[in-house]
């Protein structure tokens, strides 16, 4: 068997490694247009303000690591240009020859992963402008910030992106603004995002919500109602976009958020055409509608289940939560399934509750924590939560999504036997406050 895989980030070696612990006599070629493979690009944020201060634990693998333990031949700087479906071939063009080839396949996967959205700004191309997706855009940052020592930084865009490299900034002792849009930190809930507003204002950042971007030039940007935000240097963190074109002119079909449509077993509409990874759509584990949520532990999972069906085991994608969890300075956001704005546009007559509790006791340095989730008022069932805190956070989210994955009720959650000990929680759990206060509402 001949596999074809195209794309050698995560979900693209994820896929080669499934295949290979199955089959070891298949043959397994990756192609990759850019330089860099399976590297850890939620790290990147990290590595620009030195944090992590080896290359090598960014980019831990070549192409030699994969050909030498797995037999996988990767081959970077090589750029699909289209698909055959017909003949099962591929058109390749080396990169660094210019030389173009075709390449049969038996099975072809698809993961071309997403790029970085660069608006319609008057300067957005600007030199002193970037865009964070890959090694090289990384790179570009860091050696800017090596050799022009700015002083100040303009972030537009308050995802998760926005929001760490703020952090990053900061530590590398600039003055920051972030320019949001619409509120801070897309999916929190407007009630839970001021939280995150105010901290970051405690911190010194200026933060400017519900404001346009009309121009960016050498001294900053200039906002909608005309004043400039001086910034030595900006950054676009306006989201991404699935890169399908290619997929697309091959007539792979395109799900309604216009990424590459899936089964649950990442079949495509084309016989033995398959596709993982940030060019995916995915769907809600709650209610299995389409969603566009690209994640590096989502594009793992997701072509490690494409290796797996192409070698004949029998498994499939459980869908996503949409669960995030970033750090700003000392503070961690986390989310998963549906805010309570989400929940009531989907049309769920829900309640919702938000109770700020310590983390653990006072006497062994407990600090606040506020949780807010939501839930179905008929039926008790968790829709999802968010939570803003110290300490503490990620156990208590990875907590919900269990229970939100298994749908469990509200009164389920206040039930769990969850662990206490004084150095890690009070005797009633946040949890546990949360889950009985929503339970009042949805009994009144």
């Given at each position: ?77 090589h750029e699909v240009l289209s698909i055959n479906k017909e003949d099962k071939k591929i058109t390749v063009k080396n990169l660094l020859t210019g030389g ?325 929680s009070t005797p009633r759990d946040p949890l546990y406050y949360t889950a009985a206060k929503l339970m009042r509402k949805i009994t009144e």
């Amino acid at each position: 068997m001949h596999i074809i895989i195209i794309g050698a980030v995560a979900a693209g070696t994820s896929a080669a490694t499934e295949i290979r612990r199955n089959n070891k006599e298949a043959q397994i070629i990756i192609y990759e247009k850019d330089k860099y493979i399976s590297y850890a690009g939620c790290g990147m944020p990290f590595y620009i303000s030195n944090e992590t201060k080896d290359f090598s634990e960014i980019v831990p693998r070549d192409a030699k690591f994969f050909k030498e333990k797995h037999n996988v031949d990767i081959y970077t700087e090589h750029e699909v240009l289209s698909i055959n479906k017909e003949d099962k071939k591929i058109t390749v063009k080396n990169l660094l020859t210019g030389g173009v080839f075709e390449d049969n396949y038996d099975k072809l996967i698809i993961a071309t992963g997403a790029r970085a959205v660069r608006p319609d700004i008057k300067g957005a191309t600007g030199d002193n402008v970037f865009i964070l997706r890959n090694i090289n855009h990384m790179n570009k940052i860091k050696s800017f910030i090596e050799e022009n020592k700015p002083k100040s930084a303009v972030i537009i865009g308050s995802g998760f992106i926005g929001l760490e490299m703020c952090e990053s900034f900061k530590h590398l002792g600039m003055d920051i603004a972030i320019i949001a849009r619409s509120g801070i930190s897309k999916g929190i809930d407007p009630d839970m995002s001021v939280y995150i507003e105010e901290y970051l204002r405690q911190k010194g950042v200026n933060v400017y919500t519900n404001t346009p971007t009309i121009e960016i030039n050498e001294e900053g940007v200039i906002i909608g109602n005309g004043s400039l935000i001086k910034g030595d240097m900006v950054l676009l963190a306006t989201g991404i976009k699935p890169n399908v074109e290619l997929a697309k002119s091959a007539g792979i079909e395109l799900g309604a958020t216009g990424a590459i449509k899936v089964d649950k077993q990442m079949r495509t509409n084309v016989e033995d055409i398959y596709s993982c990874g940030d060019c995916i759509e995915m769907f809600y584990t709650i209610d299995e509608k389409p969603v566009f949520r690209p994640l590096g532990s989502t594009a793992n999972k997701t072509g490690t289940i494409a290796g797996s069906i192409i070698t004949g085991k029998d498994t499939e994608f459980k869908g996503v939560l949409g669960t995030g969890i970033y750090r700003i300075f000392d503070m961690t956001v986390g989310q998963t399934g549906f805010s309570e704005r989400e929940a009531l546009r989907l049309g769920y007559n829900t309640v919702a509750s938000i109770d700020t509790r310590l983390n653990k006791p006072a006497y062994m340095g407990g600090k606040p924590m506020t949780i807010k989730a939501v839930a179905e008022k008929e039926t008790g069932r968790l829709l999802g939560a968010q939570i803003i805190g110290y300490e503490g956070v990620d156990r208590r989210l990875d907590v919900v999504v269990t229970a939100i994955s298994l749908k469990a009720s509200v009164e389920d959650l206040m039930h769990l036997d969850l662990a206490y000990s004084p150095p890690y929680s009070t005797p009633r759990d946040p949890l546990y406050y949360t889950a009985a206060k929503l339970m009042r509402k949805i009994t009144e």
